[in-house]
């Protein structure tokens, strides 16, 4: 079975490297916010071209602490899209404000900025894109529009680490930028994790307090904080494929050009549109297909994984559905039930990358 993600291909690669660093670590004791988690901040901000870089126990709570530290709460609104991973909007509600979700763009999947102005309200505080699957948003264009508008920024780029626009790198372009080290995104470790990036001095104070029960210095609180941080085996782990990254994130842009070509003209299905003016990291390579139900059993019988990202938008879920059922997004309903994602990952092989797309073709073959 090809999977979606091999992450033992990959720790094969880094069993070394990892079991040492491992080693150092249990040997030093120190286990939470200690030299690893230091160093990883700073390589990660360098990597970023960001001026700050803190990080914390996930990528949800990276989302929780950005929005508390630029003061958004009760009252407030964000804008953002409900064609994302549900933490994108919980984290929204951690601070008692509203997601306003506005539809997305049929070719990218990321929010229709054409849209978004008109969803702002006068208690609209920030807008909230997601770079869904490591395609980045358009931001230069957000950009005009928030600074038009007076308002925020913040990123959530758990899908995009190393995605660009221009020479700005996605965690770069709002006034925070959030990552997760889920184990299967761009750059995982083995546990939970996340970072947030910031230009902004003060930001990044508030939210070292947060992250560590409202303290600057211990056993002194100052507010009501949380424990979102993160270890030093995640920190050295996450450190040894920062090394690898670019690696990494190259070899899956390889993989999906790949695929694109291959599949390209099929009948019933669309490749994945990739911006000219952005540098795209496929954290997922997604195609639209009119007979999805069928395509997927054709590739599960030709032992190929496939998976669908997101097969119910946020608006339409248990827990939204009351709330937003006057709510309708045309394109983000279609994009939910035509949506299927192939396996992507730095370690597919070629020879695996025939295999796949010689079962997409065969399947949309034969009916
Ligand atoms: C993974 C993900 C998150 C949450 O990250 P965790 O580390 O799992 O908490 C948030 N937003 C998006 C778009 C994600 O894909």
Redesign the pocket.
């Known amino acids: 079975m090809i999977p979606m993600v091999d992450l033992k291909a990959q720790y094969a690669d880094l069993r070394e490297e990892i079991e040492q660093g491992f080693g150092e670590v249990l040997d030093s004791a120190q286990f939470i916010l200690g030299p690893n988690v230091q160093a990883l901040e700073a390589e990660v901000a360098d990597y970023l071209c960001v001026p700050h870089a803190v990080s914390c126990a996930?990528?949800?709570?990276?989302?929780h602490l950005a929005l508390l530290a630029a003061g958004i709460g009760a009252g407030d609104e964000v804008i953002t899209t409900s064609f994302?991973?549900?933490?994108?909007a919980e984290?929204i509600r951690y601070v008692g404000a509203r997601p306003v979700f506005v539809d997305i763009e049929p070719h990218s999947f990321n929010l229709d900025l054409g849209q978004v102005e008109s969803a702002i309200t006068e208690r609209t505080r920030a807008i909230l894109p997601?770079h869904?699957f490591g395609q980045p948003v358009d931001m230069p264009e957000m950009q005009r529009i928030a600074s038009d508008h007076g308002l925020m920024i913040i990123e959530?780029c758990?899908?995009s680490f190393g995605a660009s626009r221009g020479d700005i790198m996605t965690g770069g372009f709002g006034i925070a930028g959030?990552f997760?080290?889920?184990p299967s995104?761009n750059l995982g470790g083995y546990g939970?994790?996340?970072l947030v990036t910031t230009g902004s001095q003060s930001m990044a104070d508030e939210m070292r307090v947060l992250r560590n029960h409202g303290s600057r210095e211990r056993y002194h609180h100052h507010v009501i904080g949380y424990n979102s941080r993160l270890d030093e085996i995640q920190a050295m782990i996450i450190r040894a494929k920062l090394k690898r990254i670019t690696g990494y994130n190259d070899r899956r842009r390889q993989v999906a050009h790949a695929y694109s070509e291959r599949l390209a003209g099929l009948p019933g299905l669309r490749t994945p549109w990739e911006d000219p003016e952005g540098h795209h990291v496929y954290?997922q390579y997604t195609l639209l297909v009119d007979e999805r139900e069928r395509l997927m059993e054709a590739l599960k019988q030709a032992g190929v994984a496939s998976a669908i990202y997101y097969p119910i938008p946020l608006h339409r879920q248990d827990v939204f559905r009351e709330e937003y059922a006057n709510v309708t997004l045309p394109v983000t309903e279609d994009t939910a039930s035509r949506c299927l994602s192939l396996p992507i990952y730095p370690e597919l092989t070629d020879e695996q990358i025939g295999t796949v797309t010689e079962a997409v073709i065969g399947a949309l073959k034969t009916r």
């Open positions: 996930s990528g949800t709570d990276a989302l994302t991973f549900i933490a994108t984290a997601v869904l959530d758990a899908q959030c997760s080290f889920f995104k939970d994790g996340g954290h």
